[in-house]
């Protein structure tokens, strides 16, 4: 593995936590834990590659939690979880999530889902900075790769909706598109 790409993993149960951050450091990745919501969001800090995520947690639970992570960062998301039934698969992935693994799962086969989200994410990303890591208007500059913009020159900060919506705009001028 050329990079060592950063994982945030979010469940209430430690020993699950313990697990999975010896076997996916064992793979060469940087681990990152939270037991709750609120250590999760400031784990973003971090700023992970990637997110497996349990839906079951006191406090903020994993659906209401992925909805918040969605306004920092724009990586793949795994839910982690009991919950089983169909509902709570399209919940979890209307919620933002990138992938449905239900408890109990083969730590072989959760490595292997997050190797392919992690090299389709990177390529994606590379992909997309490659092309034109600038957009530039008088008085905007988008830096893409780095998620920032400025106006006259004075850095401005969006959510990553609004980044992603105001790029996604920006290089696609003189379209009018539908609410």
Same mark, same amino acid.
Do not use: W
């Given at each position: $593995?050329?990079?060592?790409? /950063?994982?945030?993993?979010?469940?209430d %149960?430690?020993?699950?936590?313990d $697990?999975?951050?010896?076997?996916? %450091?064992f793979e060469?990745?940087?681990?990152?834990?939270a037991?709750?919501?609120?250590?999760?969001?400031?784990?973003?800090?971090?700023?992970? *590659?990637?997110?497996?995520?349990d839906i079951?947690m006191?406090? $903020?639970?994993?659906? *209401?939690?992925c909805?918040?992570?969605?306004?920092?960062?724009?990586c793949?998301?795994?839910?982690?979880?009991? #919950?089983?039934? %169909?509902?709570? !698969?399209?919940?979890?992935?209307?919620?933002?999530g990138d992938?449905?693994?239900? /408890?109990?799962?083969?730590?072989?086969?959760?490595?292997?889902?997050? /190797?392919?989200?992690?090299n389709?994410?990177? #390529?994606?990303?590379? !992909?997309?900075?490659?092309?034109n890591?600038?957009?530039?208007?008088?008085?905007?500059?988008? *830096?893409?790769?780095?998620? #920032?913009?400025?106006?006259? %020159?004075?850095?401005?900060?969006? &959510? &990553? !909706?609004?980044?992603?919506?105001?790029?996604?705009?920006? &290089?696609?001028?003189?379209?009018v598109?539908?609410?």
């Amino acid at each position: $593995m050329e990079e060592k790409y /950063k994982i945030l993993i979010v469940d209430d %149960e430690q020993s699950i936590l313990d $697990m999975l951050k010896l076997q996916l %450091e064992f793979e060469g990745y940087s681990v990152y834990t939270a037991g709750n919501a609120a250590e999760a969001l400031d784990k973003l800090s971090y700023s992970p *590659d990637i997110v497996l995520l349990d839906i079951n947690m006191d406090g $903020m639970n994993g659906l *209401d939690l992925c909805v918040s992570i969605r306004d920092f960062i724009s990586c793949p998301i795994i839910f982690l979880t009991a #919950r089983v039934s %169909e509902q709570d !698969k399209i919940n979890g992935l209307m919620a933002g999530g990138d992938d449905y693994i239900t /408890k109990p799962f083969s730590p072989n086969e959760l490595v292997a889902r997050v /190797k392919a989200h992690l090299n389709r994410y990177i #390529r994606l990303t590379r !992909k997309r900075i490659d092309v034109n890591e600038y957009i530039e208007y008088p008085g905007l500059k988008i *830096d893409k790769s780095a998620r #920032r913009v400025f106006v006259n %020159e004075e850095e401005r900060f969006f &959510t &990553t !909706k609004e980044f992603d919506l105001l790029t996604y705009l920006a &290089t696609h001028p003189n379209h009018v598109f539908s609410k």
